[in-house]
């Protein structure tokens, strides 16, 4: 009784490797043709995961969904982190993969339980193949122009506060501390570790550099952005990123920032900040919102923090 079961634990054993290997390979190939960033990767990789644990987790019974599910997830979870080890990927990426990756295995176990209900009742299942086909076809988003959608975006934050113009400048030419509270998105994401920015003059360019350990202590990337002051008037302040090697890069493409300094009387002004960048992941309904909520966090921790602090007197 014993041997049967340790042979079973093997054998699943060795198929989970093999799949882990396969993955791990095409995800290679689709890094080689720069398709990485398109939702091949992020939708039909878990697409093909998701059939494949179907088949080998076969209801038995007393048929009991929640153990297979379970047991889904779990084997899901082990192909993910082996494949991810295999490729170096980091944590940044691990965690943004996640929910877009555990989703696609949800709606195909949805998709086949719905399919074993109906044929329990003796009811037709003719539609039930429109989903999978949905999703193999979404996985093209990105392979071509034609299969993609808007990629440029802009997100605006503002605020009023008891400060002057004058005062404001002053405050972005002080050394910038970001050892502060951020949301928990953000916490995600290592802040720079120093930044050469104390400057206001038209054409200076300002040095931010980034140290992303892949793996929390190890497996360092280090890298940089460059920030250019194309303009500086009485009330705006334009700058543009010559430069990006961060670990960034990987994600959006950004073009630069807006600074427009209304003032509002009483010796208040209104603060707006405009960062445009271009998203460079597929698809577009998981990292369109996903990108822009972070941006716009972003946005808000740097006019709440750099560009504001609360020393100048924040009304709102």
């Excluded at 082990?78 to 490729?87: N, P, Q």
């Excluded at 399919?115 to 193949?129: E, F, L």
């Excluded at 999703?135 to 808007?150: D, M, Q």
Aim: aromatic share 14%.
């Amino acid at each position: 009784m014993t041997k049967p079961i340790f042979k079973e634990i093997r054998n699943r054993n060795i198929l989970l490797l093999v799949i882990i290997g396969v993955v791990s390979v095409l995800i290679r190939l689709l890094m080689e043709y720069n398709f990485d960033r398109s939702a091949l990767l992020y939708v039909g990789i878990p697409f093909l995961i998701a059939i494949t644990l179907l088949f080998i987790e076969r209801p038995e019974p007393p048929h009991n969904w929640k153990r297979r599910y379970v047991n889904i997830i779990i084997l899901s979870l082990v192909i993910m982190l082996g494949s991810s080890i295999i490729l170096f990927e980091g944590f940044v990426c691990v965690v943004m993969f996640m929910p877009i990756y555990f989703f696609i295995i949800f709606l195909m176990f949805l998709l086949e339980a719905f399919k074993r209900y109906r044929k329990s009742k003796n009811q037709g299942t003719n539609y039930a193949h429109v989903l999978p086909v949905v999703i193999l076809l979404s996985a093209f988003e990105g392979v071509v122009p034609e299969f993609s959608f808007e990629r440029e975006y802009e997100v605006v934050s503002e605020k009023i506060v008891s400060a002057n113009i004058d005062d404001i400048k002053k405050q972005l030419q002080q050394p910038i501390e970001l050892n502060k509270s951020r949301h928990w998105l953000l916490t995600l994401f290592p802040m720079p570790y120093d930044i050469d920015a104390e400057t206001l003059v038209a054409g200076d360019v300002h040095t931010i550099n980034f140290r992303y350990h892949r793996w929390f202590v190890t497996n360092t990337h280090e890298g940089s952005m460059k920030l250019e002051i194309s303009e500086v008037e009485d009330n705006y302040i334009r700058t543009r990123f010559v430069e990006d090697t961060s670990y960034i890069s990987n994600y959006l493409k950004l073009y630069g920032t807006e600074i427009n300094l209304e003032p509002t009387g009483n010796n208040k002004t209104k603060v707006i900040l405009r960062i445009k960048y271009h998203r460079f992941l597929d698809p577009v309904w998981y990292f369109g919102p996903l990108q822009e909520y972070a941006v716009g966090k972003s946005a808000q921790f740097l006019l709440d923090e750099v560009i504001t602090p609360k020393h100048l007197g924040n009304d709102t």
